[in-house]
């Protein structure tokens, strides 16, 4: 395994993106008031391409309720032809599955909301209220859902998780190396402006270009390894 962080005096890759590194990275938008949303009972729509950090949120969408036996995590990307959710709501625990308790305080956590069918849609629609006291309904883009009336069940509730600015990027990337000097924050904007400002590709094109100035020995990142990188 390559081990280039250490000639920048790091134990482990400082631009990982794994889901278990740097779990509080959490940037443009208000994770309490979320939280609070839900605990107050409304739907909502978390609207977000790929990297601007629907992943983070749900993971403390679960930290807060998942202890309680209230939440049901659901990706509408799986095989089944239907969405059985009695059977969700009565599996949640050895109690619920032993006397087929239905709850009507539970929190339904939708990912890959755009392969919603019509029918769960219409399903999921009329259990909000009884048995959900909130839906969460995660994806790029809440025009491709397949609900009737979506609009008035969330109402103004739509989480947009938008382009962060310069200033966030270079706080994302100081935020795991520090002040160290192979990256400028001039470099930093460079290199997120080339990664389509998406703070999942910045790290990981940051990896990219200190990896090429570690093998070649060099101190500070310049515009011949951006050039090198991204062409």
């Known amino acids: 395994m390559e081990i280039w962080f250490r000639e920048l005096g790091f134990w482990s890759n400082p631009f990982s ?29 978390i609207e977000g391409d790929y990297g601007k950090g629907k992943t983070s949120i749900l993971k403390k969408i679960i930290q807060r309720f998942g202890g309680e036996n209230k939440l049901i995590y659901y990706s509408c990307n799986r095989t089944e032809s239907a969405i059985d959710l009695d059977k969700l709501i009565k599996g949640r625990t050895f109690f619920t599955k ?24 219409r399903l999921i629609k009329s259990y ?12 790029s883009d ?19 998780l938008g382009k ?28 997120f402006k080339k990664s389509d400002f998406n703070p999942r590709h910045l790290l990981q094109n940051c990896e990219k270009v200190c990896k090429l100035a570690v093998r070649r020995g060099d101190l500070k990142i310049t515009k011949e390894h951006l050039k090198e990188v991204f062409g």
């Open 98 to 121: 032993l006397f087929g308790k239905m709850d009507n305080d539970l929190i339904f956590l939708l990912d890959e909301a755009q392969d919603l069918t019509e029918t769960d849609a």
């Open 164 to 191: 962060l600015d310069e200033n966030v990027a270079i706080d994302i990337v100081r935020k795991r190396i520090g002040n160290i000097d192979i990256l400028s924050n001039e470099v930093i904007k460079e290199i």
């Open 128 to 139: 909000f209220g009884n048995y959900f006291k909130s839906v969460v309904f995660v994806s």
């Open 142 to 160: 809440p025009k491709v859902v397949k609900i009737d009336g979506l609009k008035e069940m969330i109402g103004e509730n739509i989480i947009k």
């Open 17 to 45: 993106i794994k889901p278990s590194a740097f779990d509080d990275e959490i940037y443009g938008y208000d994770v309490d008031l979320i939280l609070t949303k839900i605990e107050n009972g409304s739907a909502l729509f």
